[in-house]
């Protein structure tokens, strides 16, 4: 290691270094899709020391850590404040979102019936929540634990994991649910390779619900843990899932199955070639992941470059890139087809409906990347209006031991921007029209 490379690795903690986050003038290299020689020795100190715990040992060694222990204090500090929501100029915008009747749920209440019939009281006390309570955001995407908010999978019994999962795909597309579950799995996968299954295992996840499951009415419910966080709503009918986070360390399971966003990131790939000089200049916001022109505090340690993950919820994102205004019709419809994927969970009529929110607003679109545009580097890229915010972002290594990102670590997050995360915009509207109050 060179004295540049060792001065820019320093340890932040445990797993996270100064590598991640320090602006480098050279262009970060692709490793390929071989992240087995980023695999740890067995005995490595990243690893030996947690294993044989389970999340509860591993949460209580972890936070005693200087970094970490800063990290939760801003969680906890963006918990606090009331929700708003997103925004791309500190301003809440409205009239968005319009709730139309979509008809009953009765499938949907039943499987939530089925999953409280299998609980006790005491563990009903846990998973049952006001519709508006605050735990709604207090979900993180770590592997350790922060908020203990509902009931954890790994700690329930067959048949009451299999009834929430029944409640999870009974509400979520069929190509939704099987994405879901991959990312799950993929995170047992990872605790397979790194030899940690009692820390990594695809049921290291939280699941609540929220509200009263009465068809035509408004609940939900949300599962969060490592690299899976989903919240799903249903307002009389019309159903939204955001904020969502799903990633991946690796993203791939040698070759039992495709990247999880391979089709995601083919798309994305081949609308930023189709860029032309003006375009790609305007699209480009920063030459690659790490650019040194990238202002004070753009890099975050734990997030790196996506800015919509957890405890964002009134997070101020600014537009940036190219204006959809400026693509030709091709380039929108490829833009659509990203999108497209990140609104995968949803059942097909309402992502058609969702995706129809997105068209009124296309001259309000943004398209920005970071990187290089061929595929031979690690990418950034957000798609962004009134009424979405999209990104996909490559990171470092965390479980795996590469210092710069890597395509084999995602992270990827959706949100509806001014207040329709958690369907809060459809549940104000809903109210007003019932005569309701929280």
Do not use: C
């Not at 799903?246 to 399971?253: F, L």
């Not at 200049?281 to 340690?301: C, E, F, I, N």
């Not at 479980?399 to 329709?420: A, D, E, I, K, Y």
């Amino acid at each position: 290691m060179t004295t540049d490379e060792h001065e820019r690795d320093q340890r932040l903690d445990g797993f996270f270094s100064t590598a991640r986050v320090t602006a480098r003038d050279e262009a970060v290299e692709l490793a390929g899709t071989d992240y087995r020689r980023f695999l740890y020795d067995r005995d490595d100190e990243t690893l030996a020391p947690w294993r044989g715990m389970g999340y509860e040992e591993f949460t209580a060694a972890r936070q005693d850590d200087p970094f970490l222990h800063s990290l939760l204090d801003d969680w906890n500090a963006k918990l606090a404040e009331p929700f708003a929501g997103v925004t791309s100029d500190g301003v809440v915008h409205s009239g968005l979102y319009r709730l139309a009747e979509r008809g009953d749920d009765a499938e949907l209440v039943t499987a939530a019936e089925r999953v409280i019939a299998t609980l006790s009281d005491t563990q009903l006390y846990a998973f049952l929540h006001p519709l508006d309570a605050t735990s709604w955001r207090a979900w993180s995407n770590p592997e350790f634990v922060f908020h203990r908010v509902g009931l954890r999978l790994e700690d329930l019994a067959e048949h009451q994991v299999e009834a929430v999962l029944a409640l999870v795909e009974a509400s979520l597309s069929p190509e939704g649910f099987e994405r879901v579950r991959e990312a799950m799995e993929l995170n047992g996968f990872l605790g397979e390779l790194v030899d940690l299954p009692t820390i990594l295992n695809d049921r290291s996840y939280w699941v609540a619900l929220y509200g009263d499951p009465v068809s035509g009415g408004a609940w939900g419910w949300q599962l969060f843990g490592h690299h899976v966080a989903v919240h799903f709503v249903t307002v009389a009918g019309r159903h939204v899932v955001a904020p969502v986070f799903i990633g991946a360390e690796p993203a791939i399971s040698d070759g039992e199955r495709p990247p999880i966003f391979e089709a995601r990131e083919e798309a994305a790939l081949e609308l930023a070639a189709s860029l032309t000089d003006d375009q790609r200049t305007a699209a480009v916001v920063y030459a690659s992941v790490l650019d040194p022109k990238m202002p004070a505090g753009r890099l975050h340690p734990a997030d790196e470059r996506h800015v919509a993950g957890a405890f964002q919820d009134n997070r101020l994102i600014p537009y940036e890139g190219i204006s959809a205004y400026d693509l030709d019709d091709e380039q929108w419809g490829l833009l659509l087809d990203i999108l497209e994927d990140f609104l995968l969970l949803l059942r097909d009529d309402q992502r058609t409906l969702a995706l129809a929110d997105v068209r009124e607003h296309r001259d309000e679109t943004w398209f920005a990347w970071y990187g290089a545009t061929d595929g031979t580097q690690p990418f950034y890229l957000r798609i962004q209006s009134p009424v979405i915010v999209a990104e996909l972002d490559h990171h470092a290594g965390v479980w795996l031991n590469n210092r710069t990102p890597q395509r084999f670590h995602v992270h990827s997050t959706l949100r509806l921007p001014n207040g329709n995360d958690y369907g809060r915009a459809y549940i104000d509207q809903w109210r007003a029209r019932n005569d309701e109050t929280p």
